[in-house]
T-cell receptor, first 109, second 115 residues
Framework: GQNIDQPTEMTATEGAIVQINCTYQTSGFNGLFWYQQHAGEAPTFLSY??LDGLEEKGRFSSFLSRSKGYSYLLLKELQMKDSASYLC??????????WGAGTKLIIKP | IAGITQAPTSQILAAGRRMTLRCTQD?????MYWYRQDLGLGLRLIHYSNTAGTTGKGEVPDGYSVSRANTDDFPLTLASAVPSQTSVYFCASSDSWTGSYNEQFFGPGTRLTVL
C-alpha cells in the first residue's frame, strides 16, 4: 500500500529553526508537495520537489532524496504565525496526490 | 469571485437525506478535486476531474457522485447521507493534473455533520 509518514506534533521556539520530516512509500513518484494549513482553514501550497536536493524559498526550504523516500521542510526564523499544520503529499504514478496526516507545529514565545 | 468557492460553509444533515456540495472556480483550471479531511487522517481523494466532461474515482468514492458539465463547476452529491460521511470537505483545482502544474488551490471547505 501507499504510505506517507510525518510526526504528529512538534514544538519549537519563536526565532528558532525547525525541521519537519516526511517519509514515503508510493507506487511511483511524480513529485512531492508541502502545504501549510492553519486551524480551520484550507491548505495552501508551500513547495514542490521532483529532483533530489534543496529548494529554498525565503524562510522555508524543502529537501528531497528519492532514493531514501525522504523529504524535509525546514523553517527558519520561526514566527508565531508559523503555528499551523504542515502537510506532505506525494504524486503517485497516476498523478494523484497521496497525503500524510500532517504535522501540527506549535510555536512558543 | 476570486479563486475557488464552496457552499455551504457548514451543514447539519439528517441521515438518509440527499445533499449537494457546490464548488466553483474562476481560474480556468482544467483539473478539479474533492477531498475529505478527518481528524488524524490525511486528505483523502473522493473524486476528481482532469478536464470538463470527464470524472474519475479517487480513494474513497463510495456514497458520492460528481459531475463536470463545464470548466468552472464541480458539485459533489451525497445520494443518501450516513453518519460516517461527517467530515470537512475541500474542493481544489489545478491548472493541470500532471507535474508541477498540479499545484492545487483549495476552497475554504464545507463542514458537514450527518446525524
Amino acid at each position: 500500500g501507499q504510505n506517507i509518514d510525518q510526526p504528529t506534533e512538534m514544538t519549537a521556539t519563536e526565532g528558532a529553526i525547525v525541521q519537519i520530516n516526511c517519509t514515503y512509500q508510493t507506487s511511483g513518484f511524480n513529485g512531492l508537495f508541502w502545504y501549510q494549513q492553519h486551524a480551520g482553514e484550507a491548505p495552501t501550497f508551500l513547495s514542490y520537489n521532483v529532483l533530489d536536493g534543496l529548494e529554498e524559498k525565503g524562510r522555508f526550504s524543502s529537501f528531497l532524496s528519492r532514493s531514501k523516500g525522504y523529504s524535509y521542510l525546514l523553517l527558519k526564523e520561526l514566527q508565531m504565525k508559523d503555528s499551523a499544520s504542515y502537510l506532505c503529499a506525494v504524486m503517485d504514478s497516476n498523478y494523484q496526490l497521496i497525503w500524510g496526516a500532517g504535522t501540527k507545529l506549535i510555536i512558543k514565545p | 469571485i476570486a479563486g475557488i468557492t464552496q457552499a455551504p460553509t457548514s451543514q447539519i444533515l439528517a441521515a438518509g437525506r440527499r445533499m449537494t456540495l457546490r464548488c466553483t472556480q474562476d481560474m480556468r483550471h482544467n483539473a478539479m478535486y474533492w477531498y475529505r479531511q478527518d481528524l488524524g487522517l490525511g486528505l483523502r481523494l473522493i473524486h476528481y476531474s482532469n478536464t470538463a466532461g470527464t470524472t474519475g474515482k479517487g480513494e474513497v468514492p463510495d456514497g458520492y457522485s460528481v459531475s463536470r458539465a463545464n470548466t468552472d463547476d464541480f458539485p459533489l452529491t451525497l445520494a443518501s447521507a450516513v453518519p460516517s460521511q461527517t467530515s470537512v470537505y475541500f474542493c481544489a483545482s489545478s491548472d493541470s493534473w500532471t507535474g508541477s502544474y498540479n499545484e492545487q488551490f483549495f476552497g475554504p471547505g464545507t463542514r458537514l455533520t450527518v446525524l
